[in-house]
């Protein structure tokens, strides 16, 4: 009997890619086996050992209409991932966010009765929107880990094992990130503002907002000709925010490795950002920010009358009122956008509500004794344990 364990882990977007990579630290660091890990993931799981099926840049893709024309490559992707863990036949089957694509997948393993523990990593936003997901989880996983403590509550009353282990933000370097360092690597004086530009890790956002962002960032460089502005990339768009920038004669620095990224942010007076988990990331380094967000008319029509909330920023959620501008569709304009950024870079009253408003945001995700990463190893390493020492029953004459 070997002693490696087999974990198969499934990331569909950078930021699942980020809570992947520190779930794979956590459990090698928790586990007194060695394990190999398979899957699904971007460059920061790769670097902690995982060999990715294929590149999750395929499945950065948002919204109805957008999707579309990327479903049969989609299921294909589906398909492809079902046979390699048919295949491998691992101890436990993750998957992480991307409810929507893993899903899919978690259904099939389970139709398969493989009988492998299978977990999903951050919970569907059942508070907002399709809450009939809360009712019908626990017949395709075993266990759900929440990023947030009001969540376990939507889900448990369906019988299914809910364990909420914390945000990963409070783990994001971004907290001791050294700005002074990113101001001298890239020969930026104390003076001068920088304003980071955030289009999102999606090819479809990045479409859409970044010419607007860089059409607010020329009207904000005319009010403030020593401005700086910066864009830190993930990966999957990367290649298309070069060809969007280039000849832009803002001539903004795009930062595409990961320390420098949140170095750039954390250094930021102030921020543009898609709507997304970036802006926690914001709030947790106390830079001023606004939400904006543009999407396909019918992908727009479709989500006011799904969607079930009054804010779609999550500082804003947390603290049940708006701290953080959220610009979004016909509000989503350059002018919009420079007029709160200027706000912000004169640092007037609507600032000092957003340091006040980050600071109870930080309490409600504060640290706990132990990192979320390794609140959330611990339960996987649990399961493992408790499926070897008490298998399933399985009826013989049912599974003939």
Same mark, same amino acid.
């Not at 930080?362 to 996987?380: C, W, Y």
């Given at each position: ?56 840049? @395929? ?8 999707? %579309? ?31 929507? *694509? ?31 997901? /809360? ?15 009001? @969540? ?45 530009? +955030? ?27 020593? /401005? ?12 298309? =925010? ?13 930062? @595409?490795?990961? *320390? ?43 989500? &006011? ?5 009054? *804010?779609?920023? %999550? ?21 919009? =956008? ?5 706000? *912000? ?6 600032? &000092? ?13 504060? +640290? ?5 990463? @390794? ?20 009826? /013989?004459?049912?599974?003939?």
């Amino acid at each position: 009997m070997t002693n490696n364990l087999k974990i198969y882990l499934i990331a569909g977007e950078p930021s699942g890619d980020a809570l992947g990579a520190r779930l794979m630290r956590a459990l090698k660091n928790k586990s007194n086996q060695n394990i190999q890990f398979f899957g699904i993931g971007g460059d920061t799981m790769e670097k902690e050992g995982l060999n990715s099926l294929f590149d999750i840049s @395929e499945l950065a893709v948002m919204g109805l209409a957008e999707v %579309l024309p990327s479903i049969p490559k989609i299921l294909k992707r589906i398909n492809q991932t079902v046979n390699d863990i048919i295949q491998i036949k691992p101890d436990i089957l993750i998957s992480i966010d991307s409810w929507s *694509f893993a899903s899919r997948i978690q259904k099939k393993i389970r139709y398969k009765k493989l009988n492998i523990p299978q977990v999903h990593y951050v919970a569907p936003q059942v508070w907002a929107w399709k809450k009939k997901r /809360a009712k019908t989880m626990h017949n395709y996983i075993d266990h759900l880990l929440t990023l947030f403590p009001h @969540e376990p509550k939507y889900f448990t009353p369906y019988g299914l094992k809910t364990t909420f282990v914390g945000h990963p933000v409070i783990e994001s370097p971004i907290s001791i990130a050294n700005k002074q360092s990113f101001r001298t690597k890239y020969n930026i004086n104390n003076q001068q503002k920088i304003i980071s530009i +955030l289009p999102g890790s999606r090819h479809n956002e990045v479409s859409h907002l970044l010419p607007i962002f860089l059409n607010a960032a020329q009207i904000l460089k005319n009010q403030n000709p020593d /401005a700086v502005f910066v864009i830190p990339a993930v990966k999957t768009v990367a290649q298309r =925010i070069k060809n969007i920038t280039f000849n832009n004669p803002l001539n903004p620095i795009i930062i @595409e490795n990961e *320390f420098d990224r949140l170095c750039a942010m954390a250094a930021s007076n102030a921020a543009m950002a898609a709507s997304g988990t970036v802006t926690l990331e914001l709030a947790i380094a106390n830079v001023p920010h606004i939400i904006a967000y543009k999407v396909a008319p019918l992908t727009a029509f479709l989500a &006011k009358r799904l969607l079930n909330i009054q *804010f779609v920023n %999550l500082s804003n959620i947390l603290i049940g009122r708006e701290i953080v501008p959220e610009l979004l569709q016909e509000r989503c304009t350059p002018n919009n =956008i420079a007029l709160y950024i200027n706000n *912000f870079l004169n640092q007037d009253n609507l600032y &000092k509500i957003q340091q006040q408003g980050f600071s109870k945001v930080q309490k409600i995700l504060g +640290l706990n004794q132990q990192k979320p990463s @390794e609140n959330a190893a611990d339960v996987i390493l649990n399961i493992i344990n408790d499926r070897k020492q008490n298998p399933p029953f399985i009826d /013989a004459k049912k599974s003939s």
